[in-house]
T-cell receptor
Framework: AQSVTQLGSHVSVSEGALVLLRCNYS??????LFWYVQYPNQGLQLLLK??????LVKGINGFEAEFKKSETSFHLTKPSAHMSDAAEYFC????????????FGPGTSLSVIP | DAGVIQSPRHEVTEMGQEVTLRCKPI?????LFWYRQTMMRGLELLIY????????DSGMPEDRFSAKMPNASFSTLKIQPSEPRDSAVYFC?????????FGQGTRLTVV
């Protein structure tokens, strides 16, 4: 069965610093992987997704993630944090080609310190 | 497209009352999902539909919860009777492939 873990429920970074949000997954078959962002009082918005093409995936707002099969990881990074990046970030995994088997991680709350 | 539309955005009701949450998915999407988000339990999938047919309702917490999708452009999630522990943000999402699009959610408070 698939599962997702996100290391660190809260992460704080200074404005301009590197953002690194960790995600590890378990899946018995090659997965699809997603990162979603949730701003306060909003729904979830897709940041990026991995669907077995390039292992380095670029998303919106300068975020990117690298799929590492050997480490079963899909960490999210951004070179320079902006105040507007403060939000909740969810990693998710699915098996197969459709969304219906998606499992969400518990989320990581990102704070950006001026 | 306006995206996934949920109504109401906020609902406050008294314990024991019936509550109905509404969702209009994105046109052309054939999957619709209902999620519940709480601080304690995070994001939980309650039920999902494919082509208006309920596929998996194993996440529905108990018989007080029911969901319908009478057509491709409308779905409801009903709680009857409501209890304080049902207080949460309820999200609807729709999909036609490998990603889902979420509505802005309904914040339900049961007092």
């Amino acid at each position: 069965a698939q599962s997702v873990t996100q290391l660190g429920s809260h992460v704080s970074v200074s404005e301009g610093a590197l953002v690194l949000l960790r995600c590890n997954y378990s899946s018995s078959v090659p997965p699809y992987l997603f990162w979603y962002v949730q701003y306060p009082n909003q729904g979830l918005q897709l940041l990026l997704k991995y669907t077995s093409a390039a292992t380095l995936v670029k998303g919106i707002n300068g975020f990117e993630a690298e799929f590492k099969k050997s480490e079963t990881s899909f960490h999210l990074t951004k070179p320079s944090a902006h105040m507007s990046d403060a939000a909740e970030y969810f990693c998710a995994v699915s098996v197969g080609t459709s969304y219906d088997k998606v499992i969400f991680g518990p989320g990581t709350s990102l704070s950006v310190i001026p | 497209d306006a995206g996934v539309i949920q109504s109401p955005r906020h609902e406050v009701t008294e314990m024991g009352q019936e509550v109905t949450l509404r969702c209009k998915p994105i046109s052309g999407h054939d999957y619709l999902f209902w999620y519940r988000q709480t601080m304690m339990r995070g994001l939980e999938l309650l039920i999902y539909f494919n082509n208006n047919v309920p596929i998996d309702d194993s996440g529905m917490p108990e018989d007080r919860f029911s969901a319908k999708m009478p057509n491709a452009s409308f779905s409801t999630l009903k709680i009857q009777p409501s209890e304080p522990r049902d207080s949460a943000v309820y999200f609807c999402a729709s999909s036609r492939g490998t990603e889902a699009f979420f509505g802005q959610g309904t914040r339900l408070t049961v007092v």
